[in-house]
Structures are given as C-alpha cells and as structure tokens.
C-alpha cells in the first residue's frame, strides 16, 4: 500500500515562499512520476508540476513556471515544492501523487489527474494580498 503525507502549508503573504513536502512510504517509487496538484473552492483540481523519481524530468503548469521548483529526495522517500513569490491566486489545497504507471508516458499525459492512482489528504496553502 502507497502512503503519501504533505505537510508544510499556512498562511503566508503574496510575495512569500512556502517549501511543501510529500513523503511517501510503502511500495517502491522507482520509474514512478510524482506530481503536485492543487484545488480551490469551487474549482475542479489542477496540475502544478510533476518530477520523474529516476531521472527528475520535470515539468510546470504555465501559472507556476519560474516560481515553483520541484525536486525530489529519493534517500527520504520526500518530494518537495518550492513556491516562491506567491500570490492570491495559488490558494488552495495541494496534494502530491503518484503515477499508475511506471513508465514516463510524456509531459502531458503525466499532468492529467486521472494519470495518478495514490493520492494524499492536502495540505492548504492560503495566501493574503
């Protein structure tokens, strides 16, 4: 069975930076494809960015290019988002997931929600103007 826990939310400024984390235990992760997504009320969830645990192929929602960095720590099992000069609009609650299959199939098959089997609870990120 997959685990994945986020942790690292709260409330901070627009301008500020948060550093969300997603450590995952159980099966193994190798060749898997991690991924960031989030949800605001009333609006149906959406990609942020997605790592490759191998290789750290990486990939960004436009919204989030050139703020948030993705990486990963394979010796802790953690995933990590740095979210930098944040505003209003990235409110929300964000999860991180795993893929359902072990090969890469390309940057935009690996950011649709229906690509990830395991998913963890969230952690909200709020964030005041």
């Known amino acids: 069975q997959v685990q994945l826990v986020e942790s690292g939310g709260g409330l901070v400024q627009a301008g500020g930076s948060l550093r969300l984390s997603c450590t995952a235990s159980?099966?193994?992760?190798?060749?898997?494809?991690m991924g960031w997504f989030r949800q605001a009320p009333g609006k149906e969830r959406e990609f942020v960015a997605h790592i490759t645990w191998s290789g750290g192929i990486t990939y960004y929602a436009d919204s989030v290019k050139g703020r948030f960095t993705i990486s990963r720590d394979t010796a802790k099992n953690t995933v990590y988002l740095q979210m930098n000069n944040l505003k209003p609009e990235d409110t929300a609650v964000y999860s991180c997931?795993?893929?359902?299959?072990?090969?890469?199939?390309?940057?935009?098959?690996?950011?649709?929600?229906?690509?990830?089997?395991?998913w963890g609870q969230g952690t909200q990120v709020t964030v005041s103007s």
């Open positions: 997931a795993r893929s359902s299959s072990a090969y890469y199939l390309g940057s935009v098959p690996a950011a649709r929600p229906q690509s990830y089997s395991y």
């Open positions: 159980g099966r193994s992760f190798s060749n898997y494809v």
